[in-house]
């Protein structure tokens, strides 16, 4: 069975918008991200503008580990609103501006809230 693409994607694009929503109404505490840590603002600033541009985030997690611009650390994970208020602001798939974490700079893309 052949499925009608747009369809599927005006699907996602009204899950994104209803996650969006319910964190603004129910206001989690918990979300889930992609996040690539790295050692110094202009690599963390690159890999933003590519994401930004569309690119994927495994793509660009790929290519940092090659030129071997990240720092060790999870790529996926939970954050808290205590952790990182700005994540809650975002709209479900948002890659967030870089920002100075510890040693290096995160770079964050918001995937989905948590009730």
């Known amino acids: 069975m052949k499925r009608d693409m747009s369809h599927y994607l005006g699907e996602l694009l ?14 989690p505490q918990r979300a889930r991200v992609a996040r690539i840590r790295v050692p110094d603002r202009p690599a963390a600033e690159m890999i933003a503008a590519d994401l930004e541009a ?6 660009a997690a790929r290519r940092a580990t090659a030129l071997g611009m990240t720092l060790p650390d999870d790529l996926f994970g939970v954050v808290t609103r205590d952790e990182h208020p ?3 602001d975002a709209v479900p798939g948002t890659t967030l501006p870089p920002k100075r974490e510890g040693d290096g700079f995160l770079v964050i893309r918001l995937v989905a809230f948590e009730s």
Request: net charge negative; proline share 0%.
């Open 54 to 59: 569309g690119g994927s985030f495994h793509a």
């Open 86 to 88: 700005e994540v809650f």
């Open 14 to 27: 009204v899950w994104e918008i209803e996650d969006y929503l319910r964190a603004r109404s129910a206001r």
